[in-house]
């Protein structure tokens, strides 16, 4: 997953941006900004491990992928890292 420090500059991007919005008298396009990038961005992580556990369950193929897997073993399923 993303590193510890990722995760620090992914948020403070997110604040600086709120934040500036909000000081520039902008607090209904802030309150927007703020709720539509949480709403697409935990779209995307669902969108993700759909499309993770979809391949894990395909054989590492894709729908309308055919190229598949040359060294012939299938590889492990998708499991979600547990910490």
């Given at each position: 997953g993303?590193?510890?420090?990722?995760?620090?500059?992914?948020f403070s991007a997110l604040a600086?941006?709120?934040?500036?919005?909000?000081?520039?008298?902008?607090?209904g396009v802030a309150l927007a900004y703020l709720a539509l990038a949480l709403v697409l961005g935990f779209?995307?992580?669902a969108l993700g491990l759909a499309l993770g556990r979809s391949v894990g369950r395909t054989g590492g193929r894709a729908?309308?992928?055919?190229?598949?897997?040359?060294?012939?073993?299938?590889p492990a399923p998708f499991t979600?890292?547990?910490e």
């Open positions: 993303a590193g510890l420090l990722g995760s620090f500059t992914t600086v941006g709120f934040v500036s919005l909000t000081a520039a008298g902008n607090g779209g995307a992580t729908a309308g992928h055919a190229a598949g897997n040359a060294g012939g073993a299938a979600e890292a547990r």
